[in-house]
């Protein structure tokens, strides 16, 4: 079994910054996965927000959030980081870490965390 939890999310206004963490865990889990972060707004879709490798050397991100989310891994401590700046009321919704995956589709990937909520007030 692998468990994932997000941790970071919140309220913040236009414009400010949050940071996500997703704390990986189980007996099964492999550094080699393959992190990612999607985002699901109410009546909307899941939609892929960035994605890391397992060396970190290679990053996705969505182009909707080039040049203001950073994705990045310790692997060390089993965690994946999602850096969001200047950020804007689009951004509003519930962010998901997925692992053991490709690509960015949601089927792509077997493990899921529970999400936790940003909101970006205007």
């Known amino acids: 079994q692998v468990q994932l939890v997000e941790s970071g999310g919140g309220l913040v206004q236009a414009g400010g910054s949050l940071r996500l963490s997703c704390a990986a865990s189980g007996r099964t889990f492999n550094f080699l996965y393959t992190i990612a972060w999607f985002r699901q707004a109410p009546g909307q879709d899941r939609e892929f927000v960035a994605a890391?490798?397992?060396?970190?050397?290679?990053?996705y991100n969505a182009e909707s959030v080039k040049g203001r989310f950073t994705i990045s891994r310790d692997n060390a401590k089993k965690t994946v980081y999602l850096q969001m700046n200047n950020l804007s009321p689009e951004d509003t919704g519930v962010y998901y870490c997925?692992?053991?995956?490709?690509?960015?589709?949601?089927?792509?990937?077997?493990?899921w965390g529970q999400g936790t909520q940003v909101t970006v007030s205007s």
């Open positions: 997925a692992a053991d995956g490709t690509g960015s589709t949601r089927s792509g990937y077997n493990y």
């Open positions: 890391i490798k397992w060396d970190g050397g290679s990053t």
